[in-house]
């Protein structure tokens, strides 16, 4: 952590694609995708997660390539962005995956904050941590914040390594995402990468990220129902990986 952010040069030439799952965020992803540093990113990948709204026209109309996953789940979405690359990946390989939401609470224009720790100082994983960075007033509910630091105490307690943070603002190298053999469909996804990478004793490290209140209602933190259902399947995805 504190890593020193310094030499943004030749991050375009390291290939780097974003994965962004999506579900009814057309208010929000014309927004995330124009501020993309799109000189840094060879494709962006928007996978549009049975949106009933126009998600997927707005995407498309921004340069990104849209993927429809009907199965709903934050997982699901991400599996599918990564089933696409992998077959890509076979004529046309990349260096780094990146994961983004769609709801313009993430500074898509701090993207070189998470390759530097890759491309420079040999880390695996990076996590963008809204705990560590910038807050907007309300844009971390006191539900999110309590669960982020229950989960990743049990993560340093069980696992042996150190995060302030689940935040879904992520780089991971892609020979090392190809390892994980990710699998959970919903809620689990974010945490469960970062325990896979600690069983794996991959190099993981988190740097300082801006956060703001997102546009639109939270499909989890908006709701109570989303809350509990969000913090078992986290809890239940730390102790079943043991």
């Given at each position: 952590?504190?890593?020193?952010?310094?030499?943004?040069?030749?991050?375009?030439?390291?290939?780097?694609?974003?994965?962004?799952?999506?579900?009814?965020?057309?208010?929000?992803?014309?927004?995330?995708?124009?501020?993309?540093?799109?000189?840094?990113?060879?494709?962006?990948v928007?996978?549009?997660?049975?949106?009933?709204?126009?998600?997927?026209?707005?995407?498309?109309a921004?340069?990104?390539?849209?993927?429809?996953?009907?199965?709903?789940?934050?997982?699901?979405?991400?599996?599918?962005?990564?089933?696409?690359l992998?077959?890509?990946?076979?004529?046309?390989?990349?260096?780094?995956?990146?994961?983004l939401?769609?709801?313009?609470?993430?500074?898509?224009?701090?993207?070189?904050?998470?390759?530097?720790?890759?491309?420079?100082?040999?880390?695996?994983?990076?996590?963008g941590?809204?705990?560590?960075?910038?807050?907007?007033?309300?844009?971390?509910?006191?539900?999110?914040?309590?669960?982020?630091?229950?989960?990743?105490t049990?993560?340093?307690?069980?696992?042996?390594?150190?995060?302030?943070?689940?935040?879904?603002?992520?780089?991971?190298?892609w020979?090392?995402?190809q390892?994980?053999?990710?699998?959970?469909?919903?809620?689990?996804?974010?945490?469960?990468?970062?325990?896979?990478?600690?069983?794996?004793?991959?190099?993981?490290?988190?740097?300082?990220?801006?956060?703001?209140?997102?546009?639109?209602?939270?499909?989890?933190?908006?709701?109570?129902?989303?809350?509990?259902?969000?913090?078992?399947?986290?809890?239940?995805?730390?102790?079943?990986?043991?």
């Open positions: 952590m504190g890593l020193l952010l310094d030499n943004e040069d030749q991050l375009d030439k390291f290939v780097t694609d974003i994965i962004i799952p999506a579900h009814n965020e057309e208010a929000a992803i014309g927004q995330v995708l124009s501020a993309i540093p799109r000189e840094l990113v060879r494709e962006i928007v996978c549009d997660n049975a949106s009933t709204d126009n998600t997927a026209a707005v995407a498309r921004h340069g990104a390539t849209v993927l429809r996953e009907p199965r709903k789940g934050y997982g699901s979405a991400c599996l599918t962005g990564i089933a696409y992998q077959q890509k990946a076979a004529t046309d390989p990349l260096d780094c995956v990146v994961f939401d769609a709801d313009f609470s993430d500074h898509p224009e701090e993207l070189p904050q998470l390759l530097i720790p890759i491309t420079h100082h040999n880390f695996d994983l990076v996590i941590s809204r705990v560590l960075g910038q807050r907007e007033k309300g844009s971390l509910m006191p539900q999110q914040r309590f669960g982020n630091w229950l989960a990743t049990l993560v340093r307690w069980l696992y042996g390594v150190r995060f302030t943070d689940l935040g879904p603002f992520r780089a991971i190298r020979s090392a995402l390892q994980l053999g990710m699998n959970d469909p919903n809620y689990g996804w974010t945490v469960e990468m970062q325990v896979r990478a600690a069983k794996m004793g991959l190099r993981c490290t988190e740097v300082p990220v801006s956060y703001r209140r997102r546009i639109g209602t939270s499909k989890v933190s908006g709701t109570i129902r989303g809350s509990v259902l969000a913090g078992y399947k986290i809890l239940w995805t730390i102790f079943k990986l043991l």
